[in-house]
């Protein structure tokens, strides 16, 4: 089975075309480690800026009880509620 000049030109650009998005692929993941370069381990930014934690203290001793359902109806005490 022979093929034709057309079959063979198709064959030839659709090789062609596979080997272009195949090398852009390649130069783009490149060009992408030439920008940005290999991640370098340093110390960590916010080293020595932190304060120290006391473990022994209770942060929930001082928080004021409220209660949301107070807070939530700014009309209590206009409105009566019929079904109360």
Same mark, same amino acid.
């Given at each position: ?28 993941? #490149?060009?992408?480690?030439? *920008?940005?370069?290999?991640? @370098? %381990? ?8 932190? &304060? ?8 929930? #001793?001082?928080?004021?009880? *409220?209660?949301?359902?107070? @807070? %939530? ?8 509620? &019929?079904?109360?």
């Amino acid at each position: 089975m022979e093929k034709t000049p057309k079959q063979l030109y198709i064959t030839v650009l659709v090789i062609v075309i596979v080997v272009a998005i195949a090398g852009l692929i390649y130069w783009k993941q #490149k060009t992408k480690e030439k *920008i940005l370069g290999p991640a @370098k %381990a340093s110390t960590p930014a916010v080293s020595g800026t932190l &304060p120290s934690i006391n473990t022994e203290t209770n942060v929930l #001793k001082d928080v004021p009880v *409220i209660n949301p359902v107070d @807070k %939530a109806n700014p009309f209590k005490d206009i409105y009566k509620n &019929p079904f109360e």
